[in-house]
């Protein structure tokens, strides 16, 4: 069993950045593809971004390639998102979780096993 411990959250203006850490206990991470997730107020979960265990794959939604960055240590057994140039619309609850199959979509949250708990990201205008 995996626990996961999501920090950096927290309010920021537009234009402004932020890096969450995604820290890991229990055990490893290095052999799973650990996805980030997002859940705006009234909306469902959706995908953010993921990456494999080497970082050889990386996947995000339209709407933040290019401002966010997804990264891994796999020593540290820590997976990273950075983001830059938020907007409003990124105010949600961040999550990170690992995928529990190599099969399917990386952006199918039942695909997904261990989850944190999330931290809140503002973004105000």
């Known amino acids: 069993q995996v626990r996961l411990v999501e920090s950096g959250g927290g309010s920021v203006q537009s234009g402004g950045s932020l890096n969450l850490s995604c820290a890991a206990s229990?055990?490893?991470?290095?052999?799973?593809?650990v996805g980030w997730f997002r859940r705006a107020p009234g909306q469902q979960r959706e995908f953010v971004a993921s990456i494999n265990w080497s970082g050889s794959s990386i996947n995000y939604q339209d709407s933040v390639k290019g401002r966010f960055a997804v990264s891994r240590d796999n020593a540290k057994n820590t997976v990273y998102l950075r983001m830059n140039h938020l907007k409003p619309e990124d105010t949600a609850v961040y999550h990170c979780a690992t995928r529990r199959t190599t099969l399917g979509t990386v952006v199918d949250e039942f695909d997904y096993g261990y989850w944190g708990q999330g931290t809140q990201v503002t973004v105000y205008s």
């Open positions: 229990g055990r490893r991470l290095s052999g799973d593809t």
